[in-house]
């Protein structure tokens, strides 16, 4: 019989794939709560049980979208603070490994945001893509030292999550110039950085955010604008160390286009990557929580922090 999956989690992993829960920190954050309820509420009567519950409910969440590796990030770390011999040490462990995990997340943001915030100047003015926390808590670090800055934000189509974006800087107090994606080059010559999020960040340095923002690396370096991209550790993709590629989602097409508006012009195929790559030498520096790094070097980072564990618990069999 397949292990009991908690509505909550079913709830989250839908929440994920409609993008009510999006961005790379949020997603993580959210899947790692989602298992605790389903360590808090299940009624498994053995060890072998609660754990094959546990690795089906992780399963389901990882299942929702491909690229942000924040996601089976979030899951590894709860997977392995899953311990003990009786149902009610697997329970309390799991529920204690994900407190951890949502508090380190959000340190780790607050610790970047200090880092992302020396880079910023009094004046300065930004330029960003989609929504990011991590960008957002660079700002919000450096308001609160009393720097003033200003930002053209791409409304990031399809979606827009540029709106999203424009509404937190307003909040913040830092005036905001809309742009459609394609104007952005047009401003880049009275930008002083690019700051985008990542949603995985490869080996090699290579940067996985929403889809758009390697053009954009490409115009800022021919602009001579540095391009900064903010992402806490958990966004390394441990992978891409033993040679794998992180996937690109594919979205609905009908993010783009209707079905009605689609007959109206031909027919065309129509495609909606959600993410692309920005090779590393579009890339300035890659902000973290424990400091700020070239690209080449991020390496080095993911070596120490992953080792030779690259598992994925939640792929052992359920049963
Ligand atoms: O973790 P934080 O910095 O918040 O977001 C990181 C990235 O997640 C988002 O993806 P989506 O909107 O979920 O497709 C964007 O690509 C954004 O740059």
Redesign the pocket.
Known sequence: MEPHVNPEVRRVADDIGS?EI???????DAAAAALATQAKESDASTPEAFRSEIRVAARTLHDT?P??V?LPNALRYVLHGMEGTTVEQLRESTVAAVERFRERLERSQADLGAVGANRLKDGDRIMT????????ACVEAAVAQGKELTAVVKETRP?N?GHITAERLHELGVPVTLVVDSAARRYLNGVDHVM????SIAADGSVI??IG?SGLAVNARDRGTPVVV???TF?LHPGTLTGHSVDI?MREESEIVSAEERAAIGDPTVENP??DVTPPRYVDAIVTERGQFPPESIVMLMRELFGENTTEPWLQSVT
């Not at 999006?22 to 993580?28: L, M, T």
């Open positions: 993008m999006r961005g790379a920190a949020k997603i993580a979208r690229t942000a924040s893509h989609c929504h990011s926390t991590a960008v957002l979606r999550q985008v999020g990542a949603d955010n929403k923002t903010a992402a806490q966004k989602e959600a993410f």
